[in-house]
């Protein structure tokens, strides 16, 4: 079946750092890949989607790349700040329209 | 806009308790879900529904049990309660029409602890 693998945390940083987040995925056909976002205290919020191959999903100064030949769609941002401190969840969906998510990330900032 | 409401947001529950989640969601989106996360873990599917009648069971279904007699409302039942199904459960909903797959909109989830 589906299924979605993310580097573990926690990841700390310091404010202004650059982020990468691991992402890879095992999937057939032709999935829909987003990345979700949770604060503490908070349900998942989507963050950015990308829904075919070479596709760029944004928001919030973060992106991420659907790269097909390497099934990865790898969490980027150029300058953290301490408000980006939260878990950051890969997920894919495929034909079933289910969400298959990864494990989680948790990104913590320091000042 | 109160998007996807859960309640409660905690509830301590003895082995054996019965126990229901309520969801509702004001979107008119057509499909429905729970998920569980347990501490350090990845969500995991336990059920879902793509219309109103109509519900599925996901990866961990065991313990659970849902309706859907409504487009709004997707409670989620407990018979049985076991310290296994401590958790913090979401809600969430999405509109999904042919090969489109609408975002998922979550609740701010409920935290059950079984003692």
């Known amino acids: 079946g589906d299924s979605v693998t993310q580097m573990e945390g926690p990841v700390t940083l310091s404010e202004e750092a650059f982020l990468t987040i691991n992402c890879t995925y095992t999937?057939?056909?032709?999935?829909?890949l987003f990345w979700y976002v949770q604060y503490p205290g908070e349900g998942l919020q989507l963050l950015l989607k990308?829904?075919?191959?070479?596709d760029k999903g944004s928001n919030k100064g973060f992106e991420a790349t659907y790269r097909k030949e390497t099934t990865s769609f790898h969490l980027e941002k150029g300058s953290v700040q301490v408000s980006d401190s939260a878990v950051y969840f890969c997920?894919?969906?495929?034909?079933?329209?289910?969400?298959?998510f990864g494990g989680g990330t948790r990104l913590m900032v320091k000042p | 806009n109160a998007g996807v409401t859960q309640t409660p947001k905690f509830r301590i529950l003895k082995i054996g308790q019965s126990m229901t989640l309520q969801c509702a969601q004001d979107m008119n989106h057509n499909y429905m879900y729970w998920y569980r996360q347990d501490p350090g873990m990845g969500l995991k599917l336990i059920y879902y529904?793509?219309?109103?009648?109509?519900?599925d069971k996901g990866e961990v279904p065991n313990g659970y049990n849902v309706s859907r007699s409504t487009t709004e409302d997707f409670p989620l039942r407990l018979e049985l309660a076991a310290p296994s199904q401590t958790s913090v459960y979401f809600c969430?909903?999405?509109?999904?029409?042919?090969?489109?797959?609408?975002?998922?909109?979550f609740g701010e989830g409920s935290r059950l602890t079984v003692l």
């Open positions: 999937a057939t056909g032709y999935p829909s």
């Open positions: 990308a829904t075919k191959a070479d």
């Open positions: 997920a894919l969906i495929n034909a079933g329209n289910m969400l298959t």
């Open positions: 529904s793509v219309g109103a009648g109509i519900t």
């Open positions: 969430a909903s999405s509109y999904v029409q042919g090969a489109v797959f609408g975002e998922l909109f």
